[in-house]
């Protein structure tokens, strides 16, 4: 027996998404400002070593900044539509609130990292003339991390 994710839209949920929205938008500003001050050609891919090993006009920068905006909005709004991005294995079965309210916390935390890795992925391409993947590697593993301690504290929800 499946059973819907009991999600209202409180108060608390709508400034969270207008926040969210206005942030995204303010990211985009700086990305827009960003491409106008950049050169002609900029990197658009770094190695392992975290030099540039391929270059092209800045507005190459825009497919990956808006496939993540993209999976920015998808996780925003994935708490109201739970059959189709949630997963879990206790959902078969009944659940509680718990396990719904940390269900939506966990979609709202990544949001917030997506915000944060859109942001990373225009400045190291447009800004930087070297690049670390220590700050990117940083908000995933802070993703994977995120899931896991989530996954686990649903499950114990039960």
């Given amino acids: ?27 985009w500003g700086i990305i827009a400002w960003l491409i106008s001050r950049a050169p002609d ?5 770094f190695g392992p070593s975290g030099q540039p090993d ?5 507005t190459r920068i825009l497919m990956p900044c808006v ?5 920015t909005l998808a996780l925003l709004f994935s708490p109201y539509f739970p059959k189709a991005t949630l997963n879990m294995p206790f ?3 009944e659940g509680n609130p718990r396990q719904d309210r940390l269900a939506v916390l ?10 944060v890795l859109l942001l990373l992925v225009a400045v190291s391409s447009l800004v930087l003339t070297s690049h670390s993947i220590v700050p990117v590697a940083a908000v995933m593993g802070a993703m994977v991390l995120t899931c896991i ?9 039960k």
């Fill in 41 to 45: 050609i900029v990197p658009t891919h």
């Fill in 91 to 93: 959902y078969q079965k």
């Fill in 149 to 157: 301690v989530f996954s686990v504290l649903m499950y114990k929800a």
């Fill in 67 to 71: 496939v993540i905006t993209l999976v």
């Fill in 1 to 27: 027996m499946n059973r819907k994710l009991n999600v209202q839209r409180t108060k608390g949920a709508i400034v969270f998404e207008i926040v969210i929205v206005v942030l995204l938008l303010a990211v």
């Fill in 54 to 58: 391929a270059y092209g006009p800045p």
């Fill in 106 to 115: 966990l979609t709202r935390v990544l949001t917030v990292f997506m915000l």
